[in-house]
């Protein structure tokens, strides 16, 4: 029979061989798995190439020793009475177990340090998820966030090669932040006495091929901004990808942006900074950009508090259609004109994913349902709104070199106003304002997923149906928000969002060209991968629509009329103006 030391050494042999064969599922599931999950030959940093050493480190001890245990039990088993060789395969046991544990306390601090470090450096790749579920690791800022739209969008796949690459964030920004070189004399908001400069500061914003890793990021590429300073525009100097075969492309923007104060754009929850990827195509995009939709219509007589839109078939460049307009100078590649034939002053803001931009004057008339100032058209006047063209170059549809003297796309195709497939004409149309004021708002008609709906699809986007034409330049992560807990912890995860808004007529069709009657507006929310309720944990999202969204004519969703549970209405009135998962109630509405 096995003597009890015999027994006891041959137990601690079974249960090291356990702990060795468990260490690599370990390494693949705790946080030095995610450090060494980094590295590759094409995306490394230091704390992933040292969590990929440590690992294979790890491995080749676990292998030694597992060869010790074997050897160490040979010879106690074939001892034959030998005390000596009992005592040497007793020595080389104890050292065997010794060695394992400060492995396995050598594993636990490495693994704490890395996690700490990929915390410090923002080196990790996703922030957790369950199921088949992965989130993203800084993502959560778009929508959330600092970040309010971005273009190509996350994942786009066929991108043009010929792109530029548009970030709009939530404030201003301090332009020398994005921009090498430039100086702003000290008056962040003031451009006038700048020493201008467009070279993109590589330390803050990284552009690389993503199979190249940030050490490969673009250096040749110029900035220009809109003149909010809350979007710019990196336009690479070569062609992105190749003409022969797809590539993945990453973006990261740093955690040391400032805004116009001086202060971090990323903070708190999102203090990592902000990264997206897309995939280019082989081909050029050499197709001319043309108009989908604009309102008010031709024809039409309006209250003067309307608004001017126009809606791209494609996002836009938006230091072209975006900018303001004084009274005797500033922007003019869009116009509005009163009988006076002088330009209206006013604001062009582009929106809904750089494909619309709205015009709103300056000259204040009023104020809307929630106590806010309205702004008005000249009244009882024919008003021609221009969209002009930029000059065409030497290699049609691309527009002369920057700055452009007209719209363009984001591959700076000039526009195609009658779209008949050649670039380099203007759009015009012209309307009638009346000297009335229009003060009703918008109400939801649809909505989904449905109230307290269950089983919705991980990647369903979310979508509302409103009751006429919104500003588009309202329907912003600033006044629509989509928020998650987990009921029993009360915690949320990292989720990102943006907004697409599209036309629609009388019948519930897409407006796809001018011909057609724009009378409502399709909101869709494509949003970050949704969690799964599995293992005890219940996942639970929500919308919120605050006032801030407004009609067309400057009006706030206020009360908030929409659908309730069983398809009737939720019956807001002024008196009890919130409605919560279709119930109104006086008090504002507290989700989860």
């Given at each position: 029979m096995l003597s009890?030391?015999?027994?006891?050494?041959?137990?601690?042999?079974?249960?090291?061989?356990?702990?060795?064969?468990?260490?690599?599922?370990?390494?693949?599931?705790?946080?030095?798995?995610?450090?060494?999950?980094?590295?590759?030959?094409?995306?490394?940093?230091?704390?992933?190439?040292?969590?990929?050493?440590?690992?294979?480190?790890?491995?080749?001890?676990?292998?030694?020793?597992?060869?010790?245990?074997?050897?160490?039990?040979?010879?106690?088993m074939t001892a034959g009475g030998d005390d000596k060789q009992v005592a040497r395969a007793k020595k080389m046991l104890i050292n065997a177990v010794v060695g394992l544990v400060i492995i396995l306390f050598a594993y636990g601090i490495t693994a704490f340090i890395i996690n700490a470090l990929l915390d410090a450096t923002g080196a990790d790749n996703d922030d957790g998820g369950n199921g088949s579920v992965t989130i993203p690791a800084f993502s959560g800022s778009l929508g959330a966030g600092a970040v309010q739209d971005h273009y190509p969008w996350r994942d786009q796949t066929d991108v043009a090669r010929n792109t530029n690459i548009n970030v709009t964030f939530?404030?201003?920004?301090?332009?020398?932040?994005?921009?090498?070189?430039?100086?702003?004399?000290?008056?962040?908001?003031?451009?006038?006495?700048?020493?201008?400069?467009?070279?993109?500061?590589?330390?803050?914003?990284?552009?690389?091929?993503?199979?190249?890793?940030?050490?490969?990021?673009?250096?040749?590429?110029?900035?220009?901004?809109?003149?909010?300073?809350?979007?710019?525009?990196?336009?690479?100097?070569?062609?992105?990808?190749?003409?022969?075969?797809?590539?993945?492309?990453?973006?990261?923007?740093?955690?040391?942006?400032?805004?116009?104060?001086?202060?971090?754009?990323?903070?708190?929850?999102?203090?990592?900074?902000?990264?997206?990827?897309?995939?280019?195509?082989?081909?050029?995009?050499?197709?001319?950009?043309?108009?989908?939709?604009?309102?008010?219509?031709?024809?039409?007589?309006?209250?003067?508090?309307?608004?001017?839109?126009?809606?791209?078939?494609?996002?836009?460049?938006?230091?072209?259609?975006?900018?303001?307009?004084?009274?005797?100078?500033?922007?003019?590649?869009?116009?509005?004109?009163?009988?006076?034939?002088?330009?209206?002053?006013?604001?062009?803001?582009?929106?809904?994913?750089?494909?619309?931009?709205?015009?709103?004057?300056?000259?204040?008339?009023?104020?809307?349902?929630?106590?806010?100032?309205?702004?008005?058209?000249?009244?009882?006047?024919?008003?021609?709104?221009?969209?002009?063209?930029?000059?065409?170059?030497?290699?049609?549809?691309?527009?002369?070199?920057?700055?452009?003297?007209?719209?363009?796309?984001?591959?700076?195709?000039?526009?195609?106003?009658?779209?008949?497939?050649?670039?380099?004409?203007?759009?015009?149309?012209?309307?009638?304002?009346?000297?009335?004021?229009?003060?009703?708002?918008?109400?939801?008609?649809?909505?989904s997923p449905d109230i307290a709906a269950e089983n919705v699809a991980l990647d369903q986007d979310v979508t509302m149906i409103f009751s006429d034409i919104l500003l588009s330049s309202s329907v912003t992560s600033d006044n629509i928000t989509l928020t998650n807990t987990e009921v029993t912890s009360g915690e949320s995860h990292e989720q990102w969002y943006r907004f697409d808004v599209n036309s629609l007529t009388l019948d519930g069709l897409e407006v796809t060209d001018d011909t057609m009657l724009p009378v409502k507006s399709f909101v869709t929310i494509p949003h970050g991968v949704l969690l799964e309720s599995i293992d005890g944990k219940t996942y639970v999202y929500g919308i919120n629509v605050s006032q801030g969204v407004r009609n067309q004519y400057q009006n706030c969703y206020l009360p908030a009329q929409g659908p309730d549970a069983v398809g009737g209405l939720c019956g807001v009135t002024e008196n009890v103006p919130y409605c919560c998962n279709g119930q109104a109630q006086a008090t504002a509405c507290a989700l989860f």
């Amino acid at each position: 029979m096995l003597s009890r030391a015999k027994i006891f050494l041959f137990s601690t042999l079974l249960l090291a061989l356990f702990l060795l064969v468990g260490l690599p599922v370990l390494a693949q599931t705790d946080e030095l798995a995610v450090t060494a999950s980094q590295t590759s030959l094409g995306n490394s940093d230091l704390t992933s190439v040292i969590g990929n050493i440590i690992k294979v480190f790890l491995g080749l001890l676990g292998i030694i020793f597992l060869i010790i245990f074997i050897y160490s039990g040979f010879l106690w088993m074939t001892a034959g009475g030998d005390d000596k060789q009992v005592a040497r395969a007793k020595k080389m046991l104890i050292n065997a177990v010794v060695g394992l544990v400060i492995i396995l306390f050598a594993y636990g601090i490495t693994a704490f340090i890395i996690n700490a470090l990929l915390d410090a450096t923002g080196a990790d790749n996703d922030d957790g998820g369950n199921g088949s579920v992965t989130i993203p690791a800084f993502s959560g800022s778009l929508g959330a966030g600092a970040v309010q739209d971005h273009y190509p969008w996350r994942d786009q796949t066929d991108v043009a090669r010929n792109t530029n690459i548009n970030v709009t964030f939530r404030n201003q920004m301090l332009i020398e932040s994005l921009i090498e070189g430039y100086d702003d004399s000290g008056t962040p908001l003031d451009v006038s006495d700048d020493i201008q400069a467009t070279a993109i500061k590589t330390d803050n914003i990284k552009i690389y091929a993503s199979a190249n890793g940030e050490s490969e990021a673009l250096t040749n590429v110029d900035v220009y901004f809109t003149d909010d300073l809350r979007t710019f525009v990196f336009n690479p100097v070569e062609y992105l990808g190749s003409a022969t075969e797809d590539v993945s492309y990453t973006v990261f923007l740093e955690n040391d942006l400032e805004d116009v104060n001086g202060q971090k754009i990323f903070t708190g929850s999102y203090s990592g900074g902000y990264e997206w990827s897309f995939i280019t195509g082989v081909n050029l995009d050499l197709d001319p950009p043309a108009i989908v939709s604009v309102t008010p219509v031709a024809g039409g007589a309006y209250a003067k508090n309307i608004t001017v839109q126009v809606t791209f078939d494609e996002p836009m460049d938006p230091t072209t259609v975006s900018g303001i307009r004084l009274s005797d100078s500033g922007f003019t590649n869009l116009q509005v004109l009163g009988v006076t034939l002088v330009p209206t002053a006013g604001t062009y803001t582009i929106s809904n994913g750089y494909k619309s931009v709205t015009f709103q004057s300056d000259v204040n008339c009023g104020t809307n349902s929630c106590g806010e100032t309205i702004y008005c058209l000249p009244g009882g006047q024919a008003i021609n709104t221009t969209v002009k063209a930029a000059t065409v170059g030497a290699t049609p549809p691309q527009a002369q070199a920057f700055p452009y003297d007209g719209v363009v796309d984001m591959a700076a195709n000039s526009l195609d106003g009658n779209d008949d497939g050649v670039a380099g004409d203007n759009y015009t149309w012209e309307f009638t304002t009346t000297d009335e004021i229009y003060l009703l708002g918008s109400s939801i008609e649809a909505i989904s997923p449905d109230i307290a709906a269950e089983n919705v699809a991980l990647d369903q986007d979310v979508t509302m149906i409103f009751s006429d034409i919104l500003l588009s330049s309202s329907v912003t992560s600033d006044n629509i928000t989509l928020t998650n807990t987990e009921v029993t912890s009360g915690e949320s995860h990292e989720q990102w969002y943006r907004f697409d808004v599209n036309s629609l007529t009388l019948d519930g069709l897409e407006v796809t060209d001018d011909t057609m009657l724009p009378v409502k507006s399709f909101v869709t929310i494509p949003h970050g991968v949704l969690l799964e309720s599995i293992d005890g944990k219940t996942y639970v999202y929500g919308i919120n629509v605050s006032q801030g969204v407004r009609n067309q004519y400057q009006n706030c969703y206020l009360p908030a009329q929409g659908p309730d549970a069983v398809g009737g209405l939720c019956g807001v009135t002024e008196n009890v103006p919130y409605c919560c998962n279709g119930q109104a109630q006086a008090t504002a509405c507290a989700l989860f």
